[in-house]
């Protein structure tokens, strides 16, 4: 049992529980998480839609499946706002969550950093034999931003690229390497967008979803291989992961959906 108060199952309860899952002094100082959208109707929570990104496929997704509490991995509020109207597409979605009475909560890097986060899935089909994180967290030296892995045995780069095309489920990713050949030992990882995270980090390998081009020169220039999958292919297989666990710790009848419209932006045409 997850120790569920009489509020249950009403937003404070779930809020607590994503708190304990994820406490949100893990997420980086820069970040705006937790909760970001509050209705003032307080509605008993059954359907909780779980999402990289609130677009507005996504919120029509979660007026169409009833779903009172949207669990939305990026903020969908970051930058300052001074006018909710109608002419910005981010003051549209916001209006709709409010108007439709759904409650908007997001965990980002507090999810990036947490022990068995997102960070700890992207090397989960890594066998190493050391892992640690980059940035560790002064409380908790499991958490923190970004790791960095040993592996158990050395790996050919294309291995490693066939490797991660299997589990971030990708038909593609982008592979930079240096000018000298190397099998590789030590993989450094970072979700989303992770140059300043990796950057001067000694690994055989940077694993992220985006990277500048002058942060990916300076890299390979360093005899480091860099390999890009996009932002979000770096986060969006963790909902599949997370998705029962939260349910688990949420130990009531309240029911977590994968969006359907949650998609990567870009495709490879």
Not at 201 to 224: K, P, Q, R
């Amino acid at each position: 049992s997850s120790g569920i108060n009489a509020e249950w199952p009403l937003r404070p309860g779930i809020i607590s529980v994503l708190e304990r899952f994820a406490p949100l002094r893990l997420a980086g100082s820069w970040d705006n998480v937790g909760l970001l959208i509050e209705p003032t109707k307080l509605r008993e929570i059954n359907k909780v839609l779980l999402t990289i990104d609130v677009t507005q496929s996504v919120l029509e997704d979660a007026v169409k499946k009833n779903c009172e509490f949207i669990i939305s991995y990026h903020p969908l509020i970051f930058n300052p706002i001074k006018r909710l109207d109608t002419k910005s597409v981010n003051s549209r979605i916001i209006l709709g969550c409010i108007e439709n009475h759904i409650t908007v909560f997001s965990p980002h890097t507090a999810w990036d950093s947490v022990s068995n986060g997102i960070n700890d899935w992207i090397v989960s089909c890594l066998d190493y034999e050391t892992k640690k994180s980059i940035i560790p967290d002064s409380q908790d030296e499991s958490a923190g931003m970004g790791r960095i892995v040993r592996l158990k045995k050395s790996l050919e780069a294309a291995s490693i690229v066939e490797l991660f095309k299997r589990h971030f489920k990708v038909p593609y990713m982008r592979l930079s390497s240096p000018r000298t050949y190397s099998t590789v030992s030590t993989i450094a990882v970072c979700a989303g967008s992770g140059g300043s995270v990796l950057r001067g980090i000694d690994a055989d390998m940077y694993i992220t979803g985006e990277m500048s081009h002058h942060e990916v020169l300076s890299a390979v220039g360093n005899g480091t291989y860099v390999l890009l999958s996009e932002h979000t292919v770096t986060e969006r297989g963790y909902l599949n992961y997370v998705a029962p666990v939260l349910m688990k710790e949420l130990d009531a009848d309240v029911e977590i959906i994968l969006s359907e419209h949650d998609a990567n932006p870009i495709v490879t045409v």
